[in-house]
């Protein structure tokens, strides 16, 4: 089993910036693939970034791409998502995803059999 726990989340207004946090437990040496997914009220979940822990391959979804950064801290076992340039559009809970088997498509939520409880994001216009 792998535990996730997210953090940082809040309110910001618009153009400015935030640090997620997502701490990992457990069997993690399972882990393949770590995701950010969001989820605005009403619609689907989305993919937010990806990190293939082989290799330390970042892969972000088009409406981040240029504003959104992932990074880690393989001591505390910890990944990151500095986000900037935030948009009202940006808000929503943001999860973080653990998979413990190779290949998929690394957005698609099905993939993943590990979530974290989320922590919410709402910028302001």
């Known amino acids: 089993q792998v535990q996730l726990v997210e953090s940082g989340g809040g309110s910001v207004q618009a153009g400015g910036s935030l640090r997620l946090s997502c701490a990992a437990s457990?069997?993690?040496?399972?882990?393949?693939?770590l995701a950010w997914f969001r989820q605005a009220p009403g619609k689907e979940r989305e993919g937010v970034a990806g990190?293939?822990?082989?290799?330390?391959?970042?892969l972000y979804g088009d409406s981040v791409k240029g504003r959104f950064t992932l990074s880690q801290d393989n001591a505390k076992e910890t990944l990151y998502l500095e986000m900037n340039s935030l948009k009202p559009e940006d808000t929503g809970m943001y999860y973080c995803?653990?998979?413990?088997?190779?290949?998929?498509?690394?957005?698609?939520?099905?993939?993943?059999?590990?979530w974290g409880q989320g922590t919410q994001v709402t910028v302001s216009s």
């Open positions: 457990g069997r993690t040496r399972s882990i393949y693939l």
């Open positions: 995803a653990a998979d413990d088997h190779y290949g998929g498509d690394w957005n698609d939520p099905r993939e993943y059999n590990y």
């Open positions: 990190f293939v822990i082989r290799g330390a391959t970042k």
